[in-house]
């Protein structure tokens, strides 16, 4: 496209007031004008689209009437693609993890404690956080100790009800929960966020796909600083480039070692009310845990926990008990064996 072709664009997508596709195009044009060395205008343009983006942030609750009643109607329909809204008490002593993880978290959660200090130096604060890796590995979890730990309230996207078949709905979807976070100054959790590269499989042209991740190029440069993303993928490489680039901050999960595995045992036993028949035992099952997730090991110890409990002659009355290390043995076992099938 000439730039001929992207004023014409802007005009017709301007006088039929479509804001969405006015958005996109006037960022293609953007783009389009930094490739073709106008980077003045390029500058220019962005300033435009941030002073209005201030301007609607700064008016948009003050009107009242028809307006009033319209923003009713966009947070009820928002409220729709809310999984649910949570508040969080984990904190970084729940999540265990290698250190460079814990050390991305605890830096990413100080950038906002200490938010004002940035401010002071004009230093932008980090607000958009991409957790990516295997099942089961801490990635929801980290997301709350991220809220647990700023004290503020998580919403939770339901995903399957922001991707529409229908033309045009997911970018409108996600720009009404985006509004929301902006308003609310909270944290918005996308799980499973590889799952808008599924509107691929609808029966729709490209362009559409062109315009979803267009929309969420722009909602993530006019997020407010104070308002937090966290998405989670176990499939990265289904990410757009320019989308990944869009994160302040990339985490890497894996699967845990074998001293990570102690450490999960330990956190899970540290109330002190359970203890391992054998040690040694124990020792040997944590060897044969590598491969697993954390979620399974900590699923298949707690199981083994309730097991031996259960044996117990009399378990209403005990108020501590020893863990049947056999028990877990073959949990394990199963486990791993599910894996294969």
Request: some cysteine.
């Amino acid at each position: 496209m000439s730039q001929f072709d992207y004023i014409k664009d802007i005009a017709k997508y301007g006088l039929e007031n479509d804001q969405e596709k006015l958005l996109s195009v006037l960022n293609e044009l953007i783009d389009y004008s930094k490739k073709s060395k106008k980077v003045n205008f390029a500058i220019q343009l962005q300033s435009i689209l941030k002073e209005s983006f201030r301007q609607q942030q700064s008016s948009g609750l003050a009107k009242v009437g028809s307006a009033a009643y319209f923003q009713r109607v966009e947070d009820k329909e928002a409220d729709e693609l809310i999984l649910e809204k949570i508040t969080s008490d984990y904190t970084l002593a729940n999540i265990v993890a290698e250190n460079k993880i814990l050390d991305d978290l605890k830096f990413f959660i100080e950038e906002h404690d200490k938010a004002e200090i940035l401010r002071r130096f004009d230093l932008p604060v980090a607000n958009k956080l991409l957790l990516h890796g295997p099942s089961g590995c801490g990635k929801t979890l980290a997301s709350y100790v991220v809220a647990g730990e700023l004290k503020k309230m998580m919403v939770v996207v339901n995903l399957g009800a922001i991707v529409s078949s229908k033309l045009g709905e997911t970018s409108k979807n996600l720009a009404k929960i985006f509004r929301k976070a902006a308003l609310e100054d909270c944290i918005i959790f996308f799980d499973e966020f590889d799952s808008l590269g599924k509107v691929r499989d609808y029966s729709q042209d490209h362009g559409e796909m062109k315009r979803v991740v267009n929309t969420i190029l722009q909602l993530f440069d006019y997020l407010p600083q104070n308002s937090i993303i966290i998405a989670a993928t176990n499939q990265k490489s289904m990410l757009d480039e320019a989308l990944l680039r869009r994160f302040d901050t990339a985490i890497e999960f894996s699967l845990p070692t074998e001293r990570e595995i102690k450490d999960l045992v330990n956190l899970t036993l540290k109330n002190g009310s359970f203890a391992f028949v054998s040690k040694p035992a124990a020792n040997k099952i944590i060897k044969a845990a590598v491969g697993l997730s954390y979620y399974s090991i900590q699923k298949t110890l707690i199981t083994a926990i309730k097991r031996s409990l259960f044996a117990n002659a009399q378990p209403e009355t005990i108020i501590s008990a020893t863990i049947d290390t056999s028990i877990w043995k073959n949990l394990i076992e199963d486990e791993k064996k599910s894996l294969t099938r």
